[in-house]
């Protein structure tokens, strides 16, 4: 695109929602991928497969939650929600005893019920047949998939940054 006195004024205004420092952010970030030896399309390409691999991650997130809420134990006392945390696992979860893992029922206040188990919560979820379906590709495979990848990211497959 040639550079003039209406294409500068067009670039101002399409890009007028990004504030001046965050556009000196971006020609900083260019320059710094540049001098590396990237090209911006590559870069661009890295942060999409970045994205899509964290996309692909809360996904199984959310599958092993779902399965937990379906398969995990209801509370004795009121019939509720339990969790699981593990204890004895750092300096600020210490109890007597040689607990792996503390039940608790999600009404803290109503209920307050609780058990300590000897059991690590990996070998709770394990117990309970909860394994996501969904797995994190390989990381070359982002990049097999561009397009995919990019839409997600919503950038462009390609910019020509030679003008
Ligand atoms: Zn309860």
């Known amino acids: 695109m040639e550079l003039n006195k209406d294409t500068i004024k067009q670039f101002f205004d399409d890009t007028a929602p990004y504030t001046w420092g965050f556009k000196k952010d971006v020609l900083n970030f260019i320059k710094v991928v ?4 990237y090209t911006p399309h590559f870069a661009m390409r890295c942060i999409a497969a970045r994205r899509q691999a964290e996309i692909d991650q ?3 997130l959310e599958d092993v939650l779902e399965q937990w809420r379906k398969k995990a134990p209801k509370c004795p006392k009121c019939g509720g929600p339990m969790h699981l945390e593990p204890v004895n696992s750092k300096p600020s979860d210490q109890v007597p005893g040689s607990y792996k ?7 803290l206040m ?13 070998e709770w979820i394990k117990k ?7 797995t994190v ?10 397009k995919e990848a990019m839409d997600a990211a919503n950038l462009p497959e390609d910019i020509d940054f030679t003008d």
């Not at 109503?110 to 990996?122: A, N, T």
């Open 101 to 107: 893992s503390i039940w608790f029922c999600a009404n």
């Open 128 to 134: 309970f047949g909860i394994k996501s379906k969904l």
């Open 110 to 122: 109503g209920c307050g019920y609780d058990e300590l188990s000897k059991k690590s919560v990996s």
């Open 58 to 60: 809360v996904n199984i």
């Open 137 to 146: 590709r390989p990381y070359n495979q982002y990049f097999e998939l561009p």
């Open 34 to 37: 540049t001098e590396k030896g």
